[in-house]
């Protein structure tokens, strides 16, 4: 059974600092696209960026420049370090994971990140 673990987020004053991690496991096929999601009060859930299993990252316009999204294949982890966090970065973030042939989505648990004075 596929698990993603999160860990990280919390609370940030703006222009902090947060870091994110997902791992998953419970697999043993190919996993494809990783990345993160998030939804911020009253809004609709939003794609903050996907890396591909070569590397390749397509993120947020509201990110860029601001965020940076690592990938271990070996250890089946993403990274996403969030710096000068704003205000409207609040929200909660998910993990999302494809995996298999099929490239079947798997979402995490989410983890809530407050950015606030």
């Known amino acids: 059974q596929v698990q993603l673990v999160e860990s990280g987020g919390g609370l940030a004053q703006p222009g902090g600092s947060l870091r994110l991690s997902c791992t998953a496991s419970?697999?043993?096929?190919?996993?494809?696209?990783m990345g993160w999601y998030r939804q911020g009060p009253g809004r609709q859930r939003e794609m903050v960026a996907l890396?591909?299993?070569?590397?390749?990252?397509n993120e947020a316009d509201s990110v860029k420049g601001r965020f940076i999204f690592s990938r271990d294949n070996g250890k089946n982890t993403v990274w996403m370090q969030m710096k000068s966090l704003k205000p409207e970065d609040t929200a909660v973030y998910y993990c999302?994971?494809?995996?298999?042939?099929?490239?079947?989505?798997?979402w995490g648990q989410g983890t809530q990140v407050t950015v606030s004075s």
């Open positions: 890396i591909s299993s070569d590397g390749i990252t």
């Open positions: 419970g697999t043993s096929d190919s996993i494809h696209r």
């Open positions: 999302y994971v494809e995996i298999g042939r099929m490239r079947n989505g798997y």
